[in-house]
């Protein structure tokens, strides 16, 4: 976990999916897989700071973003449910078509995908379980068992 992570998620919930949390400055994004730093990033983002992000900080944040294209695991969290990303925000007046269409951007332009999640609760557990499954495949890869689903996976 970055150590500049405003509002960060905790884990405690999923104590048995990771062998502890290490907070250190990441070079990229708020969180990742320790020793698959250059393979795996996720970006979270707070609504407020998701429009934030997309106006005042744009020129800084797409640069995040092509950069986090790079990784072949990577993951842009909202924490907040698609309808509030597209409903008009309270303390500004950008239009929320703005910010949709710059994630749609981010998705089609960059291959960045997106997750929305009600809750900064689920956006927990949604990274969890991301980081928990990219560990996992990458040890099933390392340890020549091969990546693939069996029937009890899903």
């Not at 400055?25 to 700071?49: F, H, I, P, Q, S």
């Not at 924490?79 to 597209?86: D, F, G």
């Not at 291959?111 to 927990?124: A, M, S």
Request: charged share 25%.
């Amino acid at each position: 976990m970055d150590t500049r992570e405003q509002i960060p998620f905790d884990f405690s919930g999923f104590a048995e999916w990771f062998s502890g949390v290490e907070k250190r400055a990441l070079a990229l994004g708020d969180y990742t897989v320790a020793g698959l730093e250059d393979m795996c990033v996720v970006e979270r983002k707070d609504l407020a700071d998701l429009v934030h992000s997309f106006t005042a900080e744009r020129s800084v944040f797409i640069e995040r973003l092509r950069r986090m294209s790079s990784c072949p695991h990577r993951l842009l969290v909202i924490t907040a449910a698609l309808s509030q990303v597209k409903s008009p925000y309270p303390h500004s007046g950008v239009n929320p078509n703005r910010i949709l269409q710059s994630l749609i951007a981010v998705l089609a332009g960059l291959g960045v995908p997106f997750v929305t999640t009600e809750t900064h609760e689920l956006g927990e557990e949604i990274v969890a379980s991301y980081l928990y499954q990219i560990h996992l495949y990458n040890w099933l890869d390392k340890n020549d068992h091969g990546r693939f689903l069996a029937d009890n996976d899903l």
